[in-house]
T-cell receptor, first 114, second 115 residues
């Protein structure tokens, strides 16, 4: 069964610090990998999308990397802000997947403290 | 544009009661989805629709029914609610499958508690 595992489950950092979130997946064949941000009480919002041929993608202070050989991705947050407090979800799409179905990781809950 | 909206935001049901969750999108998207999100678990697909009048089962369809009578609306029904259906339900929509960078847009969620 396709799986997406994220670590750590939760993380607390001080405002202004950097952090890196990890994602390992077993989805194969692989089409693309996305990172979503989910604020408490809200729906997920897309941050980045990478295909198998891309190994890095940035969106402001968020930088996602992908190693398709080892099936690992990371999300690096630079100069964290209080508004970065949220859950970050790694999502993988399989090739030839009917209905655009996605496999979601359990998320990393990030808390940024002043 | 309002994007994807869901009603209600919160609901409490007794075991055995029925209810319908409504999802609406104003982006003219072909595809719509219903997910449930439980603590510590990733979102799981309940049902989805690839166009008006069509529906298909996802990963966890048991106990739920759906209808897509209009392109902009996707309804999720619980005929006889069970405590195991206590969850947060998210609706999402996207233009179509096949595009590598296709993004699903999510609604704000409906929190359901079944007693």
């Amino acid at each position: 069964k396709n799986q997406v595992e994220q670590s750590p489950q939760s993380l607390i950092i001080l405002e202004g610090k950097n952090c890196t979130l990890q994602c390992n997946y077993t989805v194969s064949p692989f089409s693309n990998l996305r990172w979503y941000k989910q604020d408490t009480g809200r729906g997920p919002v897309s941050l980045t999308i990478m295909t198998f041929s891309e190994n890095t993608k940035s969106n402001g202070r968020y930088t996602a990397t992908l190693d398709a050989d080892t099936k690992q991705s990371s999300l690096h947050i630079t100069a964290s802000q209080l508004s970065d407090s949220a859950s970050y979800i790694c999502v993988v799409r399989e090739v030839f997947n009917a209905g655009n179905m996605l496999t979601f990781g359990g998320g990393t809950r990030l808390m940024v403290k002043p | 544009n309002a994007g994807v909206t869901q009603t209600p935001k919160f609901r409490v049901l007794k075991t055995g009661q029925s209810m319908t969750l409504l999802c609406a999108q104003d982006m003219n998207h072909e595809y719509m989805y219903w997910y449930r999100q439980d603590p510590g678990m990733g979102l799981r697909l309940i049902h989805y629709s690839v166009g008006e009048g069509t529906t298909a089962k996802g990963e966890v369809p048991d106990g739920y029914n759906v209808s897509r009578l209009k392109k902009q609306n996707f309804l999720l029904g619980l005929e006889s609610a069970a405590p195991s259906q206590t969850s947060v339900y998210f609706c999402a929509s996207s233009y179509r499958t096949g595009a590598v960078r296709e993004t699903q847009y999510f609604g704000p969620g409906t929190r359901l508690l079944v007693l």
